[in-house]
């Protein structure tokens, strides 16, 4: 089993990391303050290809494989500081551009693809509502049909790019009220429809470069071509795309925690005490060696998931284990940091304690550490364990190969 990068891999990611250190971030602290989204970086970004990485060449993506992706955004997350533009390039491509690859007909992608590739058209997803966030069976939004189109009807919370974003990926109800899985279905609405709303922004402590907000769909007619699979396969199509999601949002994290390492060395280094370096105290050196454990075992598993997605394989367990060990332990990288920064990681001109805010947010979005120990206890034959949670019955999607 051979754990090293390809030329070509660790090649894209000394570039991916030269680009972000030079064109992305440079406004970030005035960002930050004022939750203000990037778009300057943005466009950027897909100038350079991130937001086409996955997407093969055919709709102008670069036509990566799973793992290479990872990589590349393993170096994206290192090399930029600003870890909410970071979590908006993922929302876009795992909570959008990887529908439409796994279950978009030809058409769809045809036409959306391109524009998403270019930075023009951003995407979402809506899926969490007032009373229904993990546990998507509980959604109430419904879909009614109505000839050749559907009308949508309710309030989507929490969705992450909704102020910015062109595209929708929307869960919706179009059989009766319960937990019949067959009940739901996914839709791709665009915000230029009649009675979609994008209302209240919502502020967050962190990630606050990448805009939050809510969506309300007042009798909005979607076209019935915007139906993703079939009518009914809502639940299917969640459960297995939310894969790509749980573990390929965090290889930016991978690279964020190497990042705050690295620093942290740096610091450790020069920063003098008692008449000698602080990182020859063994408790500073013993939060620093932390970092690297938890950085080489986060790497590994992000590395795996990415690798059985690459060979067409169900990834339920690997990615719940990946979302919550990474997650987990970005927040204690970061605040290992601030300890490591003394007074100084408390301050905000030093942007340590802006890297413990936004890592605080990877334990709760795309299902929190609580629900993943229960899809993973439930994997392991222990039922119930997730108390009317989403359950993991996941079916493999049949994803176009990049290449």
Known sequence: MDFGLTTDQASLRRRVIEFARQELGAALAENDRSSCFPADDWRRCAEFGVLGWPVPETYGGGGLDWL???VALEGLGYGCVDNGLVFAVNNHLWGCVVYLLVHGTEEQRARYLPAMCRGSLIGAQAVSEPEAGSDVLATS???VRDGRRYRLRGTKWFVSNGPVAGVFVVFARTGAPGRDQGALSAFLVTD?????????ALEKSGLRTTPMGVLELNDCPVPAENLLSREGAGYTVFTSTIEWERAFTYASQVGAMERI????VTYATARSQFGQAIGTFQAVAHRIADMKIRLELARLIVYRVAWLKG?????????????TFISESVVQTAMAAVGVHGARGYLTEWGVERELRDAV???IYAGTS???????????????????AQPVGSVQGGAPRAT
């Open 141 to 143: 939004t419904v879909a």
């Open 192 to 200: 230029d429809l009649p009675g979609l709303r994008k209302t209240t």
């Open 261 to 264: 390492l690295d620093r942290s």
């Open 311 to 323: 060979e067409g394989r169900i990834a339920a367990m690997d990615s719940a284990i990946a979302k």
């Open 370 to 388: 609580d629900v993943q120990r229960g899809i993973i206890a439930e994997l392991l034959g222990l039922r119930g364990a997730l108390s009317g």
């Open 361 to 363: 947010g990877g334990t």
């Open 68 to 70: 290479t992706t990872v």
